[in-house]
């Protein structure tokens, strides 16, 4: 009987960092890690990595009002090639697949 072998490793992580300044203001931080890592002798699948960050500003003006500013990033080992019009993989090199900026108001209207 042989040595078991690992057909495929997945690899997970996540951080989250959160920091109050003051009473009124806060950042939270998180990033996401992804991995498919496979045996190809084993397994027909490409090796797939995905990162993603997103920062997170609360301005909390008084209970039920607050101001909210984030920005999140997303990088993955997927290239599209326009010539196919196909999104392929390209290993190892990790790209920009995605970025989003934004501002939400929360506002309490008491009647």
Same mark, same amino acid.
């Given at each position: 009987?042989?040595?078991?072998s690992? !057909?495929?490793?997945n690899?997970f992580?996540?951080?989250? !960092?959160?920091?109050q300044?003051?009473r009124?203001?806060?950042?939270?931080? !998180?990033?996401? +890690? +992804?991995?498919?890592?496979?045996?190809?002798?084993l397994?027909?699948?490409?090796?797939?990595?995905? /990162?993603?960050?997103?920062?997170?500003l609360?301005?909390?003006v008084?209970?039920?009002? %607050?101001? +909210?500013?984030?920005?999140?990033?997303? /990088?993955?080992?997927?290239?599209?090639?326009p010539?196919t /019009?196909?999104?392929?993989? %390209?290993?190892?090199? /990790?790209g920009?697949?995605?970025?989003q900026?934004?501002?939400k108001?929360?506002?309490?209207?008491?009647?």
């Open positions: 009987m042989g040595v078991p690992r !057909i495929f490793d690899q992580m996540r951080t989250k !960092i959160h920091v300044l003051t009124a203001l806060s950042v939270r931080t !998180i990033v996401d +890690y +992804y991995g498919l890592l496979p045996d190809s002798t397994f027909a699948a490409d090796r797939y990595q995905q /990162l993603s960050g997103d920062i997170l609360t301005w909390l008084h209970p039920g009002t %607050a101001v +909210y500013a984030g920005f999140n990033n997303r /990088l993955e080992n997927v290239l599209f090639d010539t /019009l196909a999104v392929r993989l %390209a290993a190892p090199r /990790l920009t697949t995605g970025q900026a934004f501002v108001l929360n506002y309490l209207f008491r009647m």
